[in-house]
């Protein structure tokens, strides 16, 4: 009887979506991912790091990215379709859908951008100089983090350059027609939507990865001392000295641990 | 309904052309060539080396080169290059110029590239501030901070994604080797300082509003386009044609009067704030400074239109024309202004205030314009719209023009403002006393309230007119407190009528009237047209002096006429006064109707029962005017007191006129 009237209460929903909701944010997750690996990958177009192999990083990339994006709207769209959804649940694919159509324009623009710098960046014609913009390394792991591979296996023909931008238009165009779809078909509004996050949760959970990139900051603040190269420094050497301090300690409960050991055997 | 996301509007988002851009990408293209383009260096850093960086002096030596100019001119196109984003500097990034010494540039990568049909989203800023917020670990430059609340609060639904596309993008970054890296930051932080400058950073791509449509599509060519080009065509054969000797000389006296204006062509004093951040210029000349510069008034000088579009020029005008007593020309010509500008909704009520003000007979500030446009604008004023009184505006126009512009750079009002008008002396500020500037830069009032500010003192002023302007005409009117002041019986005190008491009565006192022939009084009314537009000696002497007793002046007028007590008691009553006043408007056209009628319609009308003697024509106007306005006024049954304007009438009226 109670578990009864807790089914009516909760309008006719008798099972969880938590494990729903977890599917969709890791596929999520997986094309933020993408999308996030496609952007430096385009970026890095039409400059001295592009090559042959970055084309075909491009293209594979692009088709996860598609693939991810199909599986993404299916699931939302019959999410949002169904009626009998509580409220909180809806809020909450509502904000998912916001994060999936974000997504879907970062790729969008990037994907017709590619293609213009990849028209005007052909690689065989040797009139055509790439810019110089002192990139020189590869995308590979850029790319084999977007695949979620080890390593990247490279096997396209060397005109890839040209013959990719037939296949890359088509896509766009695929991509643009969903999206149209998309607006037309599901109802939301995005700026209903409230965000979890608020300001400065980028900081949260980043701490460890702030600090390893300790090296990078140093180098790149090549201005003069009053700029917040000063600052970045500090921190730096807050950083060490308390480094410096927890191996001391562990190196003294160490040496401690082994006096003892000794002194019982 | 839908919700359509930003990126597929189609309304105002298009960037305004720019041409430059694609001559600027070819120019990089071939800036690349390993043997006859820019020669590159590698940038050693503490641990690492980064190949491709270029000096500051190599690239103003190429293109000094490449399009046969001088250094001084290829510095300035260096400078434009790196305003523009194409290049950026490895040092003092915040500075977009070229540095004509050792100190290194790189390329910008073609993704950066800034591109006409491209805008730069706010949605990628906000991932960039955050990525750079998780970098510095959250010590963000001043502007850097107030943009990211700003972002934070517009982008507000949009905001989990851009933190976790900021996380991922960081973590991405990271998958590169060292150098690139480096390179990396360097760049996106290159293309933000141009497409979001820091305070005193002048960046090119800075521009101001989006076009709506986009700029790079091309036209399709329909039927429509045909036919807009046919009809253009057509009206240009029917254009007519000026000699080019009147038009180039027309443009070159245009150019040489205001060539010394111009803030681009010469200095602006103090300093142009767009170019030193210091408000002093916009301070000194605003609307309604009490000193205006010395340029200012010189500007009045130019002609008639740069002083009365000038609020200052227009106010010292108003001064003059006030001590002239023809300050209703420019009351009525800003009327008509504000007629013509305002809301369609208050169109009605303007233009009745108006014709009730100044084009009625017996109007407080009554114009004198020609009985032909009389005519049209009080025909037009049945049907009002916007434009009605525009042919009335334009005579009113070209009579300040012609005559009281004139006397009014000859007189001492100007005189006095041209003497009092300052000169500022120009600045000259150090760089760090520039930047200090930069920094205090602050937005002006809002636009919401210096219109407040605007229509508060229009108030004021309204309130503090007083009706120094009489003529011949004039009823008083006491109920009428708009373009009339507030006091009870301006007319009455009016000094301006001492002129007139000399040869005419300042209310057409239907005594003076009844005791002289009616050709003494066409006389008097010749007379007093002859004077029409004020003679600056007696008004100078009671100028704006409204306060005088009604008891003293009417005891003058009493001594002055002679007049029989009773009648003259009569007329001093304020109702006496408007009824004397529309009664002689209301006088019959033939004057042999019955003495009964008359006063008996006036008493309908005012509700008054006065002994007035009827057979009187002042106004020399035609007579269907007036025979309308009779007829209008016997039937109007409208409150008591009021000029009744011809289209008002409660009763079904005439169609005439």
Same mark, same amino acid.
């Given at each position: 009887?109670?578990?009864?009237?807790?089914?009516?209460?909760?309008?006719?929903?008798? #099972?969880?979506?938590?494990?729903?909701?977890?599917?969709?944010?890791?596929?999520?997750?997986?094309?933020?991912?993408?999308?996030?690996?496609?952007?430096?990958?385009?970026?890095?177009?039409?400059?001295?790091?592009?090559?042959?192999?970055?084309?075909?990083?491009?293209?594979?990339?692009?088709?996860?990215?598609?693939?991810?994006?199909?599986?993404?709207?299916?699931?939302?769209?019959?999410?949002?379709?169904?009626?009998?959804?509580?409220?909180?649940?809806?809020?909450?694919?509502?904000?998912?859908?916001?994060?999936?159509?974000?997504?879907?324009?970062?790729?969008?623009?990037?994907?017709?951008?590619?293609?213009?710098?990849?028209?005007?960046?052909?690689?065989?014609?040797?009139?055509?100089?790439?810019?110089?913009?002192?990139?020189?390394?590869?995308?590979?792991?850029?790319?084999?983090?977007?695949?979620?591979?080890?390593?990247?296996?490279?096997?396209?023909?060397?005109?890839?350059?040209?013959?990719?931008?037939?296949?890359?238009?088509?896509?766009?165009?695929?991509?643009?027609?969903?999206?149209?779809?998309?607006?037309?078909?599901?109802?939301?509004?995005?700026?209903?939507?409230?965000?979890?996050?608020?300001?400065?949760?980028?900081?949260?959970?980043?701490?460890?990865?702030?600090?390893?990139?300790?090296?990078?900051?140093?180098?790149?603040?090549?201005?003069?001392?009053?700029?917040?190269?000063?600052?970045?420094?500090?921190?730096?050497? #807050?950083?060490?000295?308390?480094?410096?301090?927890? #191996?001391?300690?562990?190196?003294?409960?160490?040496?401690?641990?082994?006096?003892?050991?000794?002194?019982?055997? | 309904?839908?919700?359509?996301?930003?990126?597929?509007?189609?309304?105002?988002?298009?960037?305004?052309?720019?041409?430059?851009?694609?001559?600027?990408?070819?120019?990089?293209?071939?800036?690349?060539?390993?043997?006859?383009?820019?020669?590159?260096?590698?940038?050693?850093?503490?641990?690492?080396?980064?190949?491709?960086?270029?000096?500051?002096?190599?690239?103003?030596?190429?293109?000094?080169?490449?399009?046969?100019?001088?250094?001084?001119?290829?510095?300035?196109?260096?400078?434009?290059?790196?305003?523009?984003?194409?290049?950026?500097?490895?040092?003092?990034?915040?500075?977009?110029?070229?540095?004509?010494?050792?100190?290194?540039?790189?390329?910008?990568?073609?993704?950066?590239?800034?591109?006409?049909?491209?805008?730069?989203?706010?949605?990628?800023?906000?991932?960039?501030?955050?990525?750079?917020?998780?970098?510095?670990?959250?010590?963000?430059?001043?502007?850097?901070?107030?943009?990211?609340?700003?972002?934070?609060?517009?982008?507000?639904?949009?905001?989990?994604?851009?933190?976790?596309?900021?996380?991922?993008?960081?973590?991405?970054?990271?998958?590169?080797?060292?150098?690139?890296?480096?390179?990396?930051?360097?760049?996106?932080?290159?293309?933000?300082?141009?497409?979001?400058?820091?305070?005193?950073?002048?960046?090119?791509?800075?521009?101001?509003?989006?076009?709506?449509?986009?700029?790079?599509?091309?036209?399709?060519?329909?039927?429509?386009?045909?036919?807009?080009?046919?009809?253009?065509?057509?009206?240009?054969?029917?254009?007519?044609?000026?000699?080019?000797?009147?038009?180039?000389?027309?443009?070159?006296?245009?150019?040489?009067?205001?060539?010394?204006?111009?803030?681009?062509?010469?200095?602006?004093?103090?300093?142009?704030?767009?170019?030193?951040?210091?408000?002093?210029?916009?301070?000194?000349?605003?609307?309604?400074?009490?000193?205006?510069?010395?340029?200012?008034?010189?500007?009045?000088?130019?002609?008639?239109?740069?002083?009365?579009?000038?609020?200052?020029?227009?106010?010292?005008?108003?001064?003059?024309?006030?001590?002239?007593?023809?300050?209703?020309?420019?009351?009525?010509?800003?009327?008509?202004?504000?007629?013509?500008?305002?809301?369609?909704?208050?169109?009605?009520?303007?233009?009745?205030?108006?014709?009730?003000?100044?084009?009625?007979?017996?109007?407080?500030?009554?114009?004198?314009?020609?009985?032909?446009?009389?005519?049209?604008?009080?025909?037009?004023?049945?049907?009002?719209?916007?434009?009605?009184?525009?042919?009335?505006?334009?005579?009113?126009?070209?009579?300040?023009?012609?005559?009281?512009?004139?006397?009014?750079?000859?007189?001492?009002?100007?005189?006095?403002?041209?003497?009092?008008?300052?000169?500022?002396?120009?600045?000259?500020?150090?760089?760090?006393?520039?930047?200090?500037?930069?920094?205090?830069?602050?937005?002006?009032?809002?636009?919401?309230?210096?219109?407040?500010?605007?229509?508060?003192?229009?108030?004021?002023?309204?309130?503090?007119?007083?009706?120094?302007?009489?003529?011949?005409?004039?009823?008083?009117?006491?109920?009428?407190?708009?373009?009339?002041?507030?006091?009870?019986?301006?007319?009455?005190?009016?000094?301006?009528?001492?002129?007139?008491?000399?040869?005419?009565?300042?209310?057409?006192?239907?005594?003076?009237?009844?005791?002289?022939?009616?050709?003494?009084?066409?006389?008097?009314?010749?007379?007093?047209?002859?004077?029409?537009?004020?003679?600056?000696?007696?008004?100078?002497?009671?100028?704006?002096?409204?306060?005088?007793?009604?008891?003293?002046?009417?005891?003058?007028?009493?001594?002055?006429?002679?007049?029989?007590?009773?009648?003259?008691?009569?007329?001093?009553?304020?109702?006496?006064?408007?009824?004397?006043?529309?009664?002689?408007?209301?006088?019959?056209?033939?004057?042999?109707?019955?003495?009964?009628?008359?006063?008996?319609?006036?008493?309908?009308?005012?509700?008054?029962?006065?002994?007035?003697?009827?057979?009187?024509?002042?106004?020399?106007?035609?007579?269907?005017?007036?025979?309308?306005?009779?007829?209008?006024?016997?039937?109007?049954?409208?409150?008591?007191?009021?000029?009744?304007?011809?289209?008002?009438?409660?009763?079904?009226?005439?169609?005439?006129?």
């Amino acid at each position: 009887p109670a578990h009864f009237q807790e089914e009516i209460a909760n309008g006719g929903t008798h #099972f969880d979506h938590t494990p729903v909701r977890n599917e969709c944010k890791t596929m999520l997750d997986a094309l933020n991912k993408v999308t996030a690996c496609y952007r430096h990958l385009v970026i890095a177009l039409g400059s001295t790091s592009d090559s042959q192999n970055l084309r075909e990083e491009l293209k594979r990339t692009r088709k996860k990215a598609q693939e991810l994006a199909v599986a993404n709207r299916t699931k939302l769209t019959s999410l949002l379709k169904d009626k009998s959804i509580s409220k909180e649940d809806r809020a909450e694919y509502e904000r998912l859908w916001v994060l999936f159509s974000s997504s879907m324009e970062l790729l969008e623009v990037d994907m017709k951008r590619s293609l213009e710098i990849g028209q005007d960046f052909p690689l065989k014609v040797p009139t055509r100089h790439l810019i110089q913009t002192g990139m020189t390394g590869s995308t590979t792991t850029v790319a084999a983090r977007a695949m979620s591979v080890q390593n990247m296996k490279y096997e396209a023909d060397s005109n890839i350059d040209t013959a990719d931008l037939r296949d890359l238009q088509s896509e766009i165009s695929q991509v643009t027609q969903m999206m149209e779809e998309m607006e037309m078909k599901v109802q939301v509004a995005p700026w209903a939507v409230e965000a979890k996050q608020e300001a400065g949760a980028e900081l949260k959970s980043n701490m460890s990865v702030g600090n390893s990139s300790v090296g990078v900051i140093s180098i790149c603040e090549e201005e003069p001392k009053e700029e917040e190269g000063g600052g970045g420094n500090r921190d730096a050497g #807050f950083a060490s000295i308390c480094a410096v301090l927890v #191996f001391l300690v562990i190196i003294t409960v160490a040496v401690v641990l082994g006096y003892l050991v000794i002194n019982m055997s | 309904m839908t919700i359509r996301n930003t990126l597929r509007d189609h309304g105002q988002r298009y960037r305004p052309r720019m041409a430059c851009l694609k001559k600027a990408e070819k120019l990089m293209l071939e800036m690349q060539d390993p043997k006859t383009g820019v020669k590159s260096q590698p940038q050693r850093l503490v641990i690492t080396t980064i190949p491709h960086a270029i000096t500051g002096e190599d690239i103003i030596a190429w293109l000094a080169d490449r399009f046969q100019v001088d250094a001084q001119e290829a510095r300035s196109f260096g400078s434009t290059l790196v305003a523009l984003g194409y290049i950026y500097p490895l040092r003092d990034h915040k500075r977009l110029v070229i540095k004509p010494d050792a100190s290194l540039y790189r390329f910008q990568t073609p993704y950066f590239w800034p591109t006409q049909q491209w805008p730069v989203e706010d949605t990628d800023y906000a991932i960039y501030l955050a990525k750079r917020n998780i970098r510095k670990k959250g010590i963000l430059e001043l502007h850097e901070q107030e943009q990211y609340n700003r972002l934070h609060k517009w982008m507000n639904h949009k905001w989990d994604f851009i933190v976790m596309q900021a996380k991922e993008q960081y973590r991405a970054a990271k998958e590169r080797k060292k150098p690139d890296r480096v390179v990396f930051e360097c760049q996106e932080r290159a293309y933000w300082v141009v497409h979001r400058p820091p305070p005193g950073t002048v960046s090119a791509m800075d521009y101001g509003l989006d076009r709506r449509i986009d700029p790079n599509t091309e036209e399709v060519k329909t039927p429509d386009y045909y036919e807009r080009i046919m009809i253009f065509t057509q009206q240009s054969i029917m254009r007519p044609r000026v000699k080019s000797s009147v038009s180039i000389g027309a443009l070159v006296k245009y150019c040489a009067t205001y060539r010394s204006h111009d803030p681009f062509l010469s200095n602006c004093l103090p300093s142009n704030p767009w170019l030193t951040d210091d408000v002093t210029y916009w301070t000194l000349n605003m609307p309604n400074v009490e000193i205006p510069t010395k340029m200012r008034v010189e500007r009045w000088t130019f002609s008639f239109g740069e002083l009365l579009s000038d609020p200052r020029g227009r106010n010292d005008f108003r001064l003059f024309l006030k001590k002239e007593f023809s300050g209703e020309n420019l009351a009525f010509w800003e009327s008509c202004e504000d007629l013509k500008w305002g809301t369609a909704a208050t169109m009605r009520e303007k233009a009745e205030q108006i014709y009730k003000t100044f084009l009625a007979r017996g109007a407080p500030r009554w114009i004198n314009i020609d009985g032909k446009t009389m005519e049209v604008t009080v025909k037009g004023l049945k049907h009002p719209h916007r434009y009605v009184l525009d042919a009335a505006q334009t005579h009113i126009y070209m009579l300040m023009k012609k005559d009281s512009y004139g006397r009014y750079m000859k007189s001492p009002v100007f005189k006095d403002t041209l003497q009092k008008a300052m000169s500022p002396e120009e600045h000259k500020f150090s760089d760090s006393q520039l930047e200090q500037n930069a920094k205090k830069r602050r937005p002006s009032l809002s636009p919401i309230v210096l219109r407040q500010q605007e229509q508060e003192q229009k108030a004021k002023m309204a309130a503090n007119v007083d009706i120094t302007q009489l003529c011949r005409f004039t009823t008083p009117v006491p109920h009428l407190a708009v373009y009339s002041g507030i006091s009870d019986f301006p007319s009455a005190n009016a000094s301006p009528s001492l002129p007139f008491l000399a040869q005419t009565p300042v209310c057409p006192s239907p005594i003076s009237v009844a005791l002289d022939s009616t050709s003494a009084s066409d006389r008097r009314v010749e007379a007093s047209e002859g004077e029409g537009e004020g003679n600056p000696a007696a008004p100078a002497t009671v100028g704006g002096n409204a306060s005088k007793s009604r008891v003293a002046l009417s005891l003058r007028r009493l001594l002055r006429r002679g007049c029989t007590p009773t009648t003259m008691f009569a007329s001093l009553s304020p109702k006496c006064h408007s009824a004397a006043g529309t009664s002689s408007r209301i006088q019959p056209i033939s004057p042999d109707q019955p003495s009964q009628a008359p006063p008996r319609r006036i008493a309908n009308f005012f509700q008054i029962k006065v002994d007035i003697p009827p057979e009187c024509r002042i106004y020399p106007i035609e007579s269907e005017d007036e025979d309308e306005e009779t007829r209008a006024a016997s039937r109007g049954g409208v409150g008591a007191k009021e000029i009744i304007c011809p289209w008002e009438s409660l009763s079904p009226q005439n169609g005439t006129g």
